[in-house]
């Protein structure tokens, strides 16, 4: 094993026996040096890959990761469409039609609220 500044004076005098030096220049030259022996980036310790892949492997969205497995397929949340509900003004015109007591014109205004008469029965039967 040679020291590092043993090994890089080797590497520039062969830089100069091969005469690229005079091809590309001493700075690009000891910029190559300079990135070949730079210390090596600074790696995750240990305990946060562990930690990593025990989180990943304890999800089944991430245990893929791990396993080998394929991808799980991406979910699809359905999206609730809130219960029908009729304007407040439209409840209460229909119980200002229902104390009038006249069956037929609550029937016709029903026909003209289509939209609103399940909603309106259901309100109805619950009093």
């Known amino acids: 094993m040679l020291e590092k500044a043993a090994a890089v004076d080797c590497v520039q005098h062969h830089a100069e026996l091969w005469s690229i ?28 890959s562990q930690l ?15 396993t080998g497995e394929l991808p799980p397929a991406p979910e699809v949340m359905p999206i609730a469409k809130p219960a029908y509900r009729p304007a407040q003004s439209t409840v209460d ?7 009038a007591g006249d069956p037929e014109r609550l029937a016709t205004w029903l026909r003209n609220h289509p939209d609103d008469a399940p909603a309106l029965l259901e309100i109805l039967e619950a009093a």
């Open 93 to 99: 015109a229909f119980h200002f039609v229902l104390r």
């Open 21 to 48: 030096v005079a091809e590309i220049g001493q700075d690009e030259v000891q910029a190559i040096m300079s990135a070949a022996f730079a210390p090596p980036q600074e790696r995750p310790s240990e305990y946060a």
């Open 52 to 66: 990593l892949m025990q989180w990943e492997l304890a999800d089944p969205r991430d245990r893929w990761r791990w």
